[in-house]
């Protein structure tokens, strides 16, 4: 059931993100699915994260992406640095922490995608980018990172979404009850 919700969070934000695109405000609209990778990295600490931003960006280059990779590395990259920046801060509160490591993580998922599409041979004005579609899909991202980050931590207060350890898994002896009457 996990997954399936995981799968569900991909798929409409990658619906999300490409309607935003006809849908943007001055060019730029805000980034649902870094959002939600920086979320699942904060309640998991580990490396669902990154797999919900590969999912994520392949699914991105399938849809809308020029060519493949276009998407997915940013979002890979993200995921991890998030994963990382999670487990270097010892203290995360519900909203200041989680929107810092945001606005990074976007930032450097900005930078990456820039040099992705030189890569792939997009000819690309890095200050017209940067001044024009990232520093307002960054503001409109840190505005709602707050509430979207709440409503992932609801879910993961739910049963269904959260991560069970093997070191959580406990086998009882049938015979255990019995011997503590």
């Known amino acids: 059931m996990r997954y399936l919700i995981l799968a569900l969070i991909c798929v409409i934000n990658t619906l999300i993100l490409g309607a935003a695109g006809n849908a943007s ?34 699914l991105l280059d399938i849809l809308y992406g020029p060519a493949v990779g276009f ?36 930032l450097i998922k900005d930078f990456t995608a820039f040099i992705t599409a030189n890569i792939v041979a997009i000819n690309v004005s890095y200050g017209v980018v940067f001044i024009k579609c990232t520093l307002l899909s960054a503001l409109y991202t840190v505005i709602l990172m707050p509430f ?34």
Do not use: Q
């Not at 730029?28 to 590969?54: F, H, Q, Y």
């Not at 801060?89 to 990074?104: E, K, Q």
């Not at 709440?150 to 011997?179: A, C, P």
């Open 25 to 58: 405000m001055f060019g730029a609209a805000p980034d649902l699915l870094l959002i939600c990778i920086v979320s699942i990295a904060i309640a998991e600490k580990s490396l669902s994260g990154m797999w919900l931003g590969l999912s994520g960006g392949i």
């Open 148 to 181: 979207i980050h709440l409503l992932m931590r609801k879910l993961y207060y739910t049963h269904f979404l959260k991560s069970v350890k093997f070191s959580e898994f406990r086998v009882v002896d049938k015979m255990e009850k019995y011997r503590r009457k």
């Open 71 to 106: 998407y997915s590395i940013p979002y890979v990259v993200a995921g991890f640095l998030a994963m990382i920046a999670v487990r270097r801060v010892s203290y995360i509160d519900n909203y200041i922490v989680p929107t810092i490591i945001c606005l990074a993580v976007f």
